[in-house]
C-alpha cells in the first residue's frame, strides 16, 4: 500500500537541490508553526493576522482564494503584495486553520 511518506520518498531522486531545499523549509515552518512576514499585532486589523508591512489581513486573502481568486488576480489588486507575501500567507492558512475560518465566519456575520 502507497502512503504519503513512500511517495515522497519516491519523489526525492526527481527533485532537485533547490526543489528539496524548499521541501525542508516548508517542513521547518510546518513543524515550528512559525509563519514568515506574517504579523499580528493589537491595534492594527483588528489583532488579525496580516502580511507584514500592510493592513492585509490573512483571511481576507484566504476568503478571496476560496471564492476562486487566482494569485495573479490578489497581485493586481493588491499592488504592494508580492508572491513571496501570498506564499506566506498560504502558509499561515494551512497552520492556523481554525483561526483563518474563525475570521472568516466572524466578518462575515
Request: charged letters at 20%; hydrophobic letters at 45%; glycine letters at 10%.
Amino acid at each position: 500500500m502507497q502512503t504519503p511518506l513512500n511517495t515522497i520518498e519516491g519523489l526525492l531522486p526527481r527533485l532537485s537541490i533547490g526543489e528539496k531545499a524548499q521541501l525542508l523549509q516548508w517542513i521547518a515552518l510546518d513543524l515550528t508553526g512559525a509563519a514568515p512576514g506574517i504579523d499580528a499585532t493589537p491595534g492594527i486589523c483588528g489583532g488579525e493576522a496580516r502580511i507584514i508591512r500592510t493592513r492585509i489581513p490573512v483571511w481576507v486573502l484566504e476568503q478571496a482564494r476560496r471564492l476562486g481568486m487566482t494569485e495573479a488576480g490578489l497581485l493586481a489588486s493588491y499592488p504592494t503584495l508580492r508572491a513571496e507575501d501570498l506564499a506566506n500567507a498560504w502558509t499561515y492558512a494551512r497552520l492556523h486553520g481554525t483561526e483563518i475560518d474563525r475570521a472568516i465566519a466572524d466578518n462575515e456575520a
